[in-house]
């Protein structure tokens, strides 16, 4: 019985990804518009076999013209991006989708194994937990924007958490994935130091190795497109869009808010960082001593959302695992409100609601810098859940 019930599980959790590429091949037939970011993703993989320029026009030449939009990603993260340029565009979409859920459940299976609650089913709870964080804002805009997060996160969880543990040939792969990660989008170099704090020293030589031989590749290939990346796209962040608005959920972009776009916001934000990340490296420390891994992860890789000049409300997927973390140590009426809490939060779609609140406004106003201190608080709910979170970590552990 208990066989036959994992086998059904398991039938459920493969239908979640099928029924999104069934949805992308459909929408390839009917012209749906689904997956403005993917369809940016698949144009800067065939920009790599036409030759065109990544980063010197606003657009690319096979971005559908509902998706034109400038290329942000390194140009690693094109050569990478190459197999969706096997499909069209909505297809693509379709099968990043689904690989998106299966790396949303091999993050679920990967946490619960890190924290081993004894009252749960690995096999069920991973099954059902998947369905319902895909009622999570982060989750949903990730797939239906066809954006990595999920996939970027399962790659740095399945390096910090699985090939840290385990011995022989397999370790010695330690730090790879993270440097692939890196490649595509640079803010996973943030768990490079996580690897040196937790004592995998040689993991995080290989993970700069691997992203800089990535880099190294990608130099050879398309010099033109590497000099542009490093010195022109990498140092404006509004290439992804105004940074003040309330989906950046950033110290940055809650700094740009509460200054009206001060020009000095950035170097404030990075200052805070630097104070924040002392805090940051003895939780870390702490938590990997106690034999915790995934909550020190979780320290980084929230460090890491709120350092970084832009993270969009979709970058919040590592609420998934915190969530986890949490609902394994039940029963325990304080986490329960605190789950309850965070939840709300994340499935809520506050940012959304915040930022077209008052359809009163004329067009061109920007809600962002006319907030009410209320407002303000809803308006970075995001950013406020791992402050929080750590400052209560502080305050408990004070003195120990």
Same mark, same amino acid.
């Given at each position: ?10 039938? %459920? ?13 459909? @929408?390839?037939? /009917? ?14 993989? #065939? ?6 320029? +990544? ?10 013209? !509902? ?28 099968? =990043? ?7 949303? &459940? ?20 991973? #099954?059902?937990?998947? #369905? ?7 989750? !949903? ?7 990595? *997060?999920?996939?970027?996160?399962? =790659?740095?969880?399945?390096?910090? +958490? ?27 170099? /943030? ?7 937790? @004592? ?13 031989? =990535? ?5 050879? =290939? ?18 992804? $869009? ?5 989906? *950046? ?24 960082? &630097? ?28 460090? $890491? ?36 809490? /965070? ?6 779609? #506050?940012? %959304? ?10 067009? @061109? ?13 809803? $308006? ?13 970590? %502080?305050?408990? *552990?004070?003195?120990?």
């Amino acid at each position: 019985m208990r066989r036959l019930f994992a086998t059904r599980s398991a039938l %459920l959790l493969l239908a979640v990804p099928a029924g999104f590429v069934v949805a992308g091949v459909v @929408g390839w037939l /009917i012209d749906w518009r689904l997956g403005v970011d993917s369809a940016v993703y698949r144009s800067g993989a #065939v920009a790599l076999f036409t030759g065109e320029p +990544l980063y010197d026009k606003d657009f690319l030449t096979a971005e559908p013209p !509902w998706a034109r939009l400038p290329f942000t990603y390194p140009p690693t993260g094109a050569l990478l991006f190459v197999p969706l340029a096997l499909f069209p565009t909505q297809v693509s979409w379709g099968i =990043l989708a689904a690989i998106s859920v299966l790396a949303l &459940a091999l993050v679920i299976r990967v946490a619960i194994e890190a924290t081993r609650p004894s009252w749960l089913r690995p096999a069920t709870a991973t #099954v059902v937990l998947t #369905v319902l964080a895909l009622g999570l804002e982060p989750v !949903w805009r990730t797939l239906f924007l066809g954006q990595i *997060n999920l996939i970027l996160m399962a =790659l740095v969880v399945t390096d910090v +958490l699985v090939l840290g543990a385990v011995h022989g040939r397999a370790r010695h792969l330690g730090g790879v994935l993270v440097g692939v990660a890196a490649a595509v989008k640079l803010t996973p170099l /943030i768990f490079v130091p996580h690897l040196w704090l937790t @004592g995998r020293r040689m993991d995080a030589v290989r993970a700069l190795a691997t992203f800089a031989l =990535l880099q190294a590749l990608i130099f050879a =290939l398309r010099p033109h497109d590497f000099a542009r990346f490093w010195t022109v796209a990498v140092t404006d962040p509004e290439r992804t $869009g105004p940074t003040f608005w309330a989906g *950046n959920q950033s110290l940055n972009g809650l700094v740009l808010r509460l200054s009206d776009l001060a020009p000095w916001a950035l170097a404030v934000a990075i200052g805070i960082g &630097a104070v924040l990340a002392v805090p940051a490296v003895l939780l870390v420390r702490r938590f990997h001593k106690a034999g915790q891994p995934l909550a020190a992860l979780l320290v980084t890789a929230f460090f $890491g959302v709120l350092l970084s000049p832009v993270s969009w409300s979709h970058h919040y997927v590592w609420a998934v695992p915190l969530l986890v973390l949490l609902i394994s140590k039940l029963p325990d009426t304080r986490l329960r409100l605190g789950i309850g809490a /965070i939840v709300l939060v994340f499935a809520s779609c #506050v940012l %959304l609601i915040m930022r077209t609140s008052d359809p009163s406004r004329p067009p @061109g106003v920007k809600p962002e810098l006319e907030w009410t201190p209320p407002e303000v608080v809803l $308006g970075s709910a995001y950013l406020l859940v791992p402050l929080v979170l750590g400052a209560v970590l %502080l305050l408990r *552990n004070r003195g120990r």
